[in-house]
C-alpha cells in the first residue's frame, strides 16, 4: 500500500509560480515511477509530468519548458515546480503512482491561476 499526500497548490497570478509536493509512505519510494496529473472541470484528468526511478522525465507538450518534475529520494518526496503559469493550468494536482499493478493517488491540491 502507498499512500500520497499533496501540498502547495493555492491562488497565483497569471505568469506566477508555484511548487507543489508530495509526500509517500513506505520504504520503496525509490523504485517508483511517480507523476503528476491534473484534471480541469469538465475535462478528463491528464498526464503533467512523470519521473522514472532513474531519474527519466516526460512532460505534457502544454507544460514543456514550464515545468519541472523532481525527486528526492531520501525524503519520499516528488515536486513540480510551475513556472509562468497560465489560467488553462487552473486544475485539481494529483500526485499518482502504480504499485504491483494497482494504481495510487492522493487527494489533490487545487491550482487556481487569475488576477
Known amino acids: 500500500q502507498v499512500q500520497l499526500a499533496e501540498s502547495g497548490g493555492g491562488l497565483v497570478q497569471p505568469g506566477g509560480s508555484l511548487r507543489l509536493s508530495c509526500a509517500a509512505s513506505g520504504s520503496r519510494f525509490r523504485f517508483y515511477v511517480m507523476g503528476w496529473y491534473r484534471q480541469a472541470p469538465g475535462k478528463q484528468r491528464e498526464l503533467v509530468a512523470a519521473?522514472?526511478?532513474?531519474?527519466?522525465?516526460n512532460y505534457a507538450e502544454s507544460v514543456k519548458g514550464r515545468f519541472t518534475i523532481s525527486r528526492d529520494n531520501a525524503k519520499n518526496t516528488v515536486y513540480l515546480q510551475m513556472n509562468s503559469l497560465h489560467t488553462e493550468d487552473t486544475a485539481v494536482y494529483y500526485c499518482g503512482t502504480k504499485e504491483r499493478s494497482r494504481d495510487y493517488w492522493g487527494q489533490g491540491t487545487q491550482v487556481t491561476v487569475s488576477s
Open positions: 519521473i522514472t526511478s532513474g531519474g527519466t522525465t
